[in-house]
């Protein structure tokens, strides 16, 4: 039991967390985007900092009694311009939605152009899906990935910036399983006279340890959620060169939000404090080799992978003629305990509601400690239940059994029942 004072006050609800935690434990969370944050950053999540406001920044405030609250968002602010080498933090943003939104507030006008990543190539819903601020408010232009390399095609970003004249140019995705390369996105922005932001959501982690090219130096703006490598609370963060500073914190406050999540923005303090360790970059840099391997074991059970394979915490898995879509996979994949999510695969046959793909990641488990040997086991799992369908309750009981097993061996929170 997580909390016994909740238990106490509300059992329906400490009930369901306990069962939630039940969950994590036992079952693969190999969702990219998910992780473990340490129990220092929930302590500091649930703390008693979530009773006051402070709308404002450090010696800025709009209330009285920041004292405190002054230390730890300044602290929070040292700590991510340290990590990320960056002239400028702010660090109240709650979502990673939210933090772009913040960035093309104080970067565009109404119905500026911007350039991106289709959404059914590796995007994301805030880089100007039609139906998110992003592409009401501006006007979305996009690039995609070459239909033989399955990689960004970096002429063809070029060719489409030159038609297009975009204001800025959004590089970052939620499903590319290649390293960006941000200078040569620098060289296309210089290039049309366009802004740069690069939205590191999903890789943070990694270029906060060195395994992946820094964006910091090449980008007006970079954006970024807390809780997906970098192994944070649930949160955002904005780094920018000092000319946007001002522009940026008015964009966030008083531009999209009033009072910050305080006790949120404290465990965003711990959680950069832990990314500076030795440990962390070990961690990052054993993802990536937890994704191969993973990676490795797929393609030894004859899957395809888009682009081939991996450089980083993720890989987009075809299942174009297994006879499964990616719901289907997914679906059938969690009643034996492995947590993944469909995904659109470049040119996907179907709808982005059935999909022809599954997006498996690795930071999680790498959390828990495991390693290559259990990567290849786990890749070997996973093929169990793809080619089987689900037809066999048997095999699905099985594979559950084995998944329960490796669970056991690398416990999480263990200390909290
Ligand atoms: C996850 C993600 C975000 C932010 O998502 P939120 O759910 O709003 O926190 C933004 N951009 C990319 C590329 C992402 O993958």
Same mark, same amino acid.
């Given at each position: 039991?997580?909390?016994?004072? #909740? ?15 039940? @969950? ?23 703390? /008693? ?12 405030? =709009? =209330? ?5 609250? +002054?230390?730890i968002e300044?602290?929070a ?14 660090v109240q ?10 960035? =093309?507030? %104080? ?14 190539? !590796? ?16 006007? *979305? ?5 070459? *239909? +033989?390399?399955?990689?960004?095609? =970096? ?8 038609? /297009? @004249? ?5 590089? $970052? ?6 390293? &960006? ?19 590191? %959501? ?5 270029? %906060? ?12 703006? /970079? ?8 192994? !944070?609370?649930? !949160? ?18 008083? $531009?999209?939000?009033?009072?910050p999540l305080m006790h949120i923005l404290a465990?965003k303090a ?69 947590? /993944? ?6 040119? +996907?046959?179907?709808? *982005? ?6 997006? *498996?990641?690795?930071?999680? #488990?790498?959390?828990?400690?495991? @390693? ?5 086991? &786990? ?24 998944? #329960?097993?490796?669970? +056991? ?9």
């Open positions: 039991m997580m909390n016994a004072t #909740l238990l106490q006050a509300d059992h329906e609800v400490a009930r369901l967390i306990d069962r939630e935690l039940e @969950r994590q434990q036992t079952t693969l969370m190999m969702i990219p985007s998910e992780n473990y944050a340490s129990r220092a950053t929930m302590a500091a999540a649930g703390s /008693v900092l979530t009773n006051k406001y402070a709308e404002g920044y450090p010696g800025k405030r =709009y =209330y009285n009694g920041c004292e405190i609250y +002054d230390a300044q602290l602010i040292d700590r991510a311009k340290e990590l990320f080498r960056a002239d400028h933090a702010n943003l709650v979502t990673g939605t939210q933090a772009n939104m913040a960035a =093309y507030f %104080a970067l565009l006008e109404k119905g500026d152009r911007i350039l991106s990543m289709r959404l059914d190539h !590796g995007g994301h819903l805030s880089h100007g899906r039609s139906n998110n601020f992003s592409g009401v408010w501006y006007e *979305p232009h996009f690039y995609g990935v070459d *239909p +033989d390399t399955e990689r960004i095609d =970096y002429d063809n970003v070029l060719a489409v910036a030159r038609e /297009v @004249r975009p204001k800025l140019i959004v590089t $970052g995705a939620s499903a590319y399983p290649r390293i &960006i390369d941000f200078k040569r996105f620098r060289e296309i922005a210089d290039e049309v006279g366009a802004y740069l932001l690069a939205d590191i %959501a999903h890789i943070v982690g990694l270029v %906060a340890a060195g395994s992946h090219p820094d964006p910091v130096p090449l980008c007006e703006v /970079v954006t970024s959620t807390t809780h997906k490598t970098l192994r !944070g609370p649930r !949160g955002a963060l904005i780094l920018c060169r000092q000319e946007w500073a001002a522009k940026i914190d008015e964009s966030v406050f008083p $531009g999209i939000q009033a009072g465990a711990v959680a950069f404090k832990e990314a500076q360790s030795f440990g962390f970059r070990e961690y990052q840099r054993q993802i990536i080799r937890n994704a191969q391997a993973l990676a490795q074991s797929l393609l030894e059970e004859g899957f395809e992978l888009v682009s081939g394979g991996t450089d980083n915490h993720l890989m987009l898995v075809k299942l174009i003629g297994k006879g499964i879509s990616g719901r289907d996979a997914a679906d059938t994949l969690e009643r034996a305990g492995i947590v /993944v999510n469909k995904n659109t695969i470049p040119n +996907d046959p179907l709808s *982005p509601a059935e999909t022809s793909g599954i997006r *498996p990641g690795t930071p999680a #488990l790498t959390t828990r400690g495991m @390693r290559e040997q259990e990567m290849h086991r &786990i890749g070997k799992l996973i093929a169990r239940v793809i080619e089987d369908k689900g037809e066999h309750e048997e095999v699905i009981a099985e594979v559950r059994k084995e998944v #329960l097993d490796l669970c +056991d061996a690398f416990p999480i929170y263990h200390d909290i029942i």
